[in-house]
């Protein structure tokens, strides 16, 4: 392979990984992002408080908080609540967003890590926080839509600066999708399509709630009754799960994948009454989309305040001199 082709095919994985994109674009996932985040973090923040007086023989860590050995101090836990809901909230509004933005990232890294740390571990917010984690160390993604960006005189141009952040974004999620499908297929073979590995699923899990006096689901239970259903509803889990990444070819079909990942989420809601509302909400998916044409957001940054202008560069008494003798010399 001669050089000029190995040129050429960098520059070209350059662009498709850096796509020239708005700043507008990037800003308006940050904000659907940020509101979901904070909005989600807000509607937990009681049971979020809760963990700091779960017991340290419970304590099982994972993520970041698997660098301790011991849960720490109660008012550790307690602060950190808050403290993710303030930076949730400077996130979503731009504010001092290179030093808010990763630290919102890592604050809301460690709360729902925590919270997985004690016995089950739940997988409905992975995504969300791998989303915020890209928008948090994209420090451009506060050029648009943001309080910092008020004192812009114009939006910035067209750059790959703000399309690569969009790009991790939409590779995580696709990823994500890509690890549920093989997953499926490494632990079950194609006996998860055609044997009764789904209905069983769940038909225990509803029976399991039932028990336990919990939410279960009565459209689940029914259709354990109708057998010839289960396989379809296998094989277009897979379908979707690992068919993920032609999302990346843009146009209709892009949006035909996201409506059926929402759909298959919809789907484990009905059968099973587990919910993933970050996908279901359809923001998990913005990134995979033109999001920047919202007038609403528009009229409301734009009657934010404006922040103080940066002082000005300090004067030099020297050159002050100098003109000062040069005045002199006229005179």
Sequence with gaps: MSEATRGGGAAAFDRWLRPVTPAERLAAVRVLVGLFALGYTLVRCVHLWGYADFGAHLFRPVGPVSLLSHPPPGW??????????????????????????????FALLWVMSYRNSFGMIFHTENLLVLHVIALGLSPDAADAFAYDSRRLAQLPDDDGRYGWPLRA?????????????????????????????????????????LKLGSIWSPIGGWLIRVRWIWPPLAALSVVVELGSPIALLGGKVTLLWAIGAWGFHMGVLLLMMIAFPYQMSGIAYASLFRVERPRLLRKI???????????????????????????????
Excluded: E
């Design 76 to 105: 550790f836990t307690h602060a950190m609540v808050p403290l993710t809901l303030l930076l949730g909230a400077a996130f979503l509004c731009g504010w001092r967003y290179r030093i808010t933005g990763p630290a919102f990232a």
């Design 169 to 209: 974004a939409s590779l995580v999620t696709l990823v994500v999708y890509v690890i549920a499908g093989v997953a499926k297929i490494r632990n079950s073979g194609t006996s998860w399509i055609w044997s009764d590995i789904l209905r069983n699923q769940v038909a225990f899990d509803n029976l399991r709630k």
């Design 301 to 331: 940054y734009t009657r934010l305040p404006s922040p103080p202008p940066p002082p000005p560069p300090p004067r030099d008494d020297d050159d002050d001199d100098d003109h000062d003798d040069h005045d002199d010399d006229a005179q």
